[in-house]
């Protein structure tokens, strides 16, 4: 399968094109530089000079692959709408390029969006009418009717590896460094999911394989860690005091993250390891700090 991926050399993009050309696929990658052309070349991937703004571009390149991953994401947090309906634009130009031709269209969502659920963990089933990135994953679902064999993953916040370099949790790291101290919000009970970088590049993997269209997917291995446990894993390795600060305090501390510091996120993952056969392999996100990577200056 010729399969075109956009954000091919980010995070998980950089673990998921060479699971893809192991399983014999050709790849081709967007690429807004150079220096991200010679990465994808690097990888043994084709490069496509462009970004998800262009959107003729994006029309192009899906028309002429097998089948899309959408990972590009604009994380401008001081324009959260506006980041949203860049990518919604996005997977509309893409959709359109596919309608009609039953190839797979894979995009990306986030498992934050499903903290409305309480008393349980949250599911596939689980959905929203509209709203930021959820349009997208809407407009995603909507394209089965289309004749696109879409399906969606919603990722966990905390996608974790050593190829983690701009994530939350370098983020929440850095902001302990730069505090002085690790902190978690209140008690600390809320629960964040996580999933390793690798096991999420093969969830994609198997999506454009096999999803069935219209399927809503969850890259969750830890169904729940406590964010006070994330916290002492973080103070325990920069040997910093770990607290308990207000949600008023949070800002400071969190910067973009306050907004979702505090939130409750136990999700599951059970439907997904049916339907496609995935079951996460690699270390759980404690596990993976006490490697020791992410404190490494």
């Known amino acids: 399968m010729r399969v075109f991926v956009t954000g091919a050399s980010g995070h998980i993009g950089s673990a998921l094109v060479p699971e893809l050309l192991q399983a014999g696929h050709q790849v081709t990658g967007l690429a807004r530089s150079d220096k991200s052309a010679a990465a994808l070349a690097a990888m043994g991937a084709e490069a496509h000079r462009g970004d ?31 980041s949203a309906e860049k990518d919604l634009r996005a997977v509309e130009a893409i959709g359109e390029a596919l309608v009609g031709s039953d ?16 008393g349980r963990l949250a599911t596939e089933h689980d959905t929203l009418p509209a709203g930021p990135r959820i349009d997208s994953e809407n407009a995603t679902i909507a394209l089965a009717d289309k004749g696109v064999r ?31 101290v690790s ?30 269209a219209g399927t809503r997917l969850h890259g969750v291995a830890d169904e729940g860690v406590p964010f006070r446990d994330i916290a002492e894993a973080i103070g325990r390795h920069l040997s910093l ?4 600060i207000s949600l008023e305090q949070a800002p400071d501390h969190f910067g973009f993250l306050a907004g979702f510091a505090a939130v409750d ?15 996460p392999e690699r270390p759980g996100l404690l596990d993976d700090l006490d490697e020791g990577h992410y404190f490494v200056e």
């Not at 959107?55 to 899309?68: I, M, N, P, S, T």
């Open 52 to 82: 998800i703004d262009d959107l003729d571009g994006l029309r192009a390149a899906a028309a002429a692959a097998d089948g899309v991953i959408h990972l590009a994401y604009n994380h401008d947090f001081a324009d959260f709408v506006g």
């Open 103 to 118: 190839r797979p269209f894979v995009t990306t969502s986030g498992t934050l969006m499903l903290a409305f659920v309480e």
């Open 150 to 180: 879409s399906s969606v993953v919603r990722l966990s916040p905390l996608v974790h590896s050593y190829l983690d370099r701009h994530g939350f949790t370098p983020h929440l790291i850095s902001s302990a460094r730069k505090a002085g």
């Open 183 to 212: 902190a978690y919000i209140g008690d600390g009970k809320n629960r964040w999911p996580a999933a390793h970088t690798l096991d999420a590049a093969h969830l994609y993997r198997l999506a454009i394989e096999n999803a069935p």
């Open 241 to 244: 005091p770990v607290v308990s």
């Open 265 to 279: 996120n136990p999700t599951s993952s059970a439907l997904t390891q049916k339907e496609l056969d995935w079951h």
